[in-house]
């Protein structure tokens, strides 16, 4: 939409299936069900149809999800040791969902932070996906190669990366999947009716990573879009600041000042943007990870152009390799803990504020934190306190610590 006024916006966004993206100064990208254009026209709103952007002979340069995933599999196959490819789902049209975990001991869980990459959910943003094939394709080799950096990366942490959530709306090259259901706006909403975690009448993709997060311990994540290039960090569903604002604020920092395009962005200073300030968004994964499940994630808008040529890919990857490396080791800046089975809540206390109410999953605990003081409270499953941890202090850490209560 060019130039919408606020009464339109209004009016079109009192309708659930249609969805805004990536508000800029005078312009904003809508999504909705076959006829948008022509409803469109009836309220006089002026518009172009981005369809009409797409390439089809650079379109058909990328791989194919299938070929995607023999990638996936073939690298697999060369790094047994410290490679796992599990199918975690499946499309709406039967297409594999995998997820490569990275780690020494890639067939052990072990008591190490855990972190995650989710990209291409949204079908017609494809960049994301070829970079989380590069840097599984970096991991491993460097690895092999005894660089120090990464071999000490993979030992202390499991990396898990989904190159493609949405691999059907990447073959028929759409935001949504094959039902045309816009993922970004499909997970539970703690401040909408949407507010029960709970996978009933989601989409398939939807489900497939809810299931799979109720199972692991996830404390750092991000998910990669395009349209922008910019790293989004939460809330995106209310304007209230993030129980550790200013920490998710200087790693999204951390991550825009190693690529060019966001470093020197001057519609998004400094490369990074609130979501809620930016645009609403309900539903989002962003949100909903961290509110159930105590997983820290941002949104990094990888590209201005959603799907660009292919001979670019590598220059995106160039300008990232580094923050999507360097954004691993953040998960280790926190404490863990290895907790007896009566332990089903933690509680965490900072200058006698509190930070945040959390489950336990499998007995074990962990939260990035930035550096400071902090009380931990441990409760039972009738949230009665088991035991207290107090002044237990925090400094910047290239190595997670884990306690054992």
């Not at 071999?151 to 709306?169: H, R």
């Not at 109720?214 to 600041?241: C, K, M």
């Not at 200013?246 to 400094?270: C, L, T, W």
């Amino acid at each position: 939409l060019i130039e919408p006024d606020l009464k339109s916006l209004k009016h079109l966004k009192r309708n659930a299936e249609i969805t805004f993206d990536h508000r800029k100064k005078n312009s904003i990208e809508v999504y909705g069900p076959v006829g948008l254009g022509e409803y469109l026209e009836t309220l006089n709103l002026t518009y172009f149809d981005l369809k009409n952007f797409i390439d089809e002979k650079n379109v058909n340069s990328y791989p194919t999800p299938e070929e995607i995933n023999q990638k996936l599999i073939k690298l697999n196959q060369e790094n047994p040791n410290i490679t796992q490819l599990d199918q975690i789902g499946t499309s709406s049209q039967g297409r594999p969902i995998y997820a490569m975990k990275i780690s020494d001991h890639a067939r052990k869980d072990e008591l190490e932070p855990e972190m995650k990459y989710i990209a291409n959910m949204h079908g017609d943003e494809i960049v994301g996906r070829e970079l989380m094939v590069l840097l599984i394709e970096h991991l491993t080799s460097q690895y092999h190669s005894d660089n120090e950096e990464i071999k000490s990366l993979v030992d202390q942490t499991e990396i898990y990366i989904i190159a493609s959530m949405n691999p059907d709306g990447a073959y028929k090259r759409r935001r949504g999947n094959s039902d045309w259901i816009d993922l970004n706006r499909d997970f539970p909403d703690f401040t909408t009716r949407d507010n029960e975690n709970s996978p009933d009448g989601r989409e398939v993709e939807t489900k497939s990573i809810m299931q799979w997060q109720l199972q692991r311990n996830f404390s750092l994540s991000a998910n990669f879009h395009g349209g922008a290039e910019v790293v989004n960090y939460p809330w995106d569903t209310i304007g209230d600041r993030h129980p550790v604002h200013e920490h998710v604020v200087n790693i999204s920092r951390e991550y825009a000042q190693k690529v060019p395009g966001m470093r020197d962005s001057i519609e998004f200073p400094g490369g990074i943007v609130n979501g809620y300030d930016w645009y609403e968004v309900n539903g989002g994964m962003q949100d909903w990870s961290y509110h159930w499940h105590n997983d820290l994630q941002v949104t990094v808008e990888l590209s201005n152009v959603k799907w660009p040529h292919y001979s670019k890919v590598q220059l995106y990857w160039n300008d990232n390799k580094d923050s999507l490396v360097n954004f691993i080791k953040q998960v280790h800046q926190g404490i863990g803990f290895q907790l007896d089975q009566n332990v089903k809540y933690v509680e965490i206390k900072n200058e006698k504020k509190s930070i945040g109410f959390y489950r336990v999953k499998n007995n074990e605990f962990y939260k990035v934190l930035p550096k400071g003081q902090y009380d931990f409270e441990f409760l039972d499953n009738q949230k009665k306190t088991i035991s207290v941890m107090k002044s237990i202090k925090l400094n910047n850490s290239n190595k997670a610590k884990f306690l054992t209560l």
